[in-house]
Each structure stands twice: as structure tokens, then as C-alpha cells.
T-cell receptor
Framework: AQKVTQAQTEISVVEKEDVTLDCVYETRDTTYYLFWYKQPPSGELVFLIRRNSFDEQNEISGRYSWNFQKSTSSFNFTITASQVVDSAVYFCALSEAGGLRGAQKLVFGQGTRLTINP | DAGVTQSPTHLIKTRGQQVTLRCSPKSGHDTVSWYQQALGQGPQFIFQYYEEEERQRGNFPDRFSGHQFPNYSSELNVNALLLGDSALYLC????????????????FGNGTRLTVT
């Protein structure tokens, strides 16, 4: 069965600090997709990044970077020089490719509440 | 370009009642998924609709049912409400089935906050 674990329930840092959000996943499939979503207080889940199981290249996008390590089943997310606007709940999610074509089903972790203090 | 819209924003119901939540997908999307997010938890997949049919279902009882209309909008119905059904209900849309649909990012609405008393 698929499972996503975000062990950090809450993180609080001071603005401009770097912060890393951890994500560990379990799946028996060889082809799968990993996602990070951000949920601000408005409730809407905002897509940040996706990575497929065949692409272990790390990615940097502005202040955001992602570290995918298949050997440890981890897909961690780092925010560099954090800002107050980064405060939100962040979710890691997993989608397997073996289901009905197009019938994507995301399995989410429990989320990490990130608070950036000024 | 309108994103995913959900109505109502908030809803208060009594245990045993029935509720209907509505969702309009993002322009150009024809697949709608519903998720339940309990307080402090991650969203859980309820079901997905494409071509007016339920394509995949999560581990939810038959009290949860849905419908998709020809214009791709969707409804989520919950019968015999329980206190435990109190949650944020999120609708997400995506393009229709293709080989790469399973890695397409879902676009979420702001959700409907349902409180059952």
C-alpha cells in the first residue's frame, strides 16, 4: 500500500533562516510520481513541484529546492532565506502510475505546518 | 482564466441530514476529483469522475456519492451525516485521461468547510 510520512508536524523559524521539510514515502510500484503542495490559510492547495520515479535529479527554483533520493525513499523540500509569506501547511503526495489510465489518485502525508516569524 | 470553484464556502448541518457540495472545474479540464481533509490531516481521496462516470474510489462508505454533469461540473452528496464527516471538502480538476495524466498536477479549489453538529 502507498504511504507518505511527514514526520515534522510543525516547524517554526525566524525569517531568512533556511528550512527543510522531510517526506518519506512507501510504494511497491516502480513508476510513480511525487508532488509538493502548499496550503495557505485560504484552504486552496497550490501545486509546487512534481518529480517522477525515474528522475532523481535535484531541482532548484528560486528559493525552493528539492532533494529526491530513491535509495532512502525520500523527497525533501528546502526553502532558502525563508520569508513570512512562506508560512503555510506543506503537503507531500504520491501518485502511482499503475491504476486506470488518467485516474490519478493522490496519497497525501499529514502535512507540516511551517511558521516563519519576522 | 477561472480556476476551480466550489460552493458553498461554509455549511452547517445536523447529524442525520444530507448535504450536496458543488464544484466547477478549471477551464479546459474535464476530470474532477473529490478529497476530504479532516482538521490537522492531509486530504484523503474520495472519488474521481470523468465522462460522467465514477472512475476510481477511495475508502469511503456508500453514503458518499457523486455526479458529473455534461459541462464537467460535479456534485458530492453525503447522506446520513455523522459528526465525523465534519471536514474541508476539496475539489480538484485535471485534464482528461492521457498516458501522462497520472503525473499532471491537480488544480484545487478553496474547498467547502462542512460542520456537522
Amino acid at each position: 500500500a502507498q504511504k507518505v510520512t511527514q514526520a515534522q508536524t510543525e516547524i517554526s523559524v525566524v525569517e531568512k533562516e533556511d528550512v527543510t521539510l522531510d517526506c518519506v514515502y512507501e510504494t511497491r510500484d516502480t513508476t510513480y510520481y511525487l508532488f509538493w503542495y502548499k496550503q495557505p490559510p485560504s484552504g486552496e492547495l497550490v501545486f509546487l513541484i512534481r518529480r517522477n520515479s525515474f528522475d532523481e535529479q535535484n531541482e532548484i527554483s528560486g528559493r525552493y529546492s528539492w532533494n529526491f533520493q530513491k535509495s532512502t525513499s525520500s523527497f525533501n523540500f528546502t526553502i532558502t532565506a525563508s520569508q513570512v509569506v512562506d508560512s503555510a501547511v506543506y503537503f507531500c503526495a504520491l501518485s502511482e502510475a499503475g491504476g486506470l489510465r488518467g485516474a490519478q489518485k493522490l496519497v497525501f502525508g499529514q502535512g507540516t505546518r511551517l511558521t516563519i516569524n519576522p | 482564466d477561472a480556476g476551480v470553484t466550489q460552493s458553498p464556502t461554509h455549511l452547517i448541518k445536523t447529524r442525520g441530514q444530507q448535504v450536496t457540495l458543488r464544484c466547477s472545474p478549471k477551464s479546459g479540464h474535464d476530470t474532477v476529483s473529490w478529497y476530504q481533509q479532516a482538521l490537522g490531516q492531509g486530504p484523503q481521496f474520495i472519488f474521481q469522475y470523468y465522462e460522467e462516470e465514477e472512475r476510481q474510489r477511495g475508502n469511503f462508505p456508500d453514503r458518499f456519492s457523486g455526479h458529473q454533469f455534461p459541462n464537467y461540473s460535479s456534485e458530492l452528496n453525503v447522506n446520513a451525516l455523522l459528526l465525523g464527516d465534519s471536514a474541508l471538502y476539496l475539489c480538484a480538476s485535471s485534464p482528461g485521461p492521457t498516458e501522462l495524466s497520472y503525473n499532471s498536477p491537480l488544480h484545487f479549489g478553496n474547498g467547502t468547510r462542512l460542520t456537522v453538529t
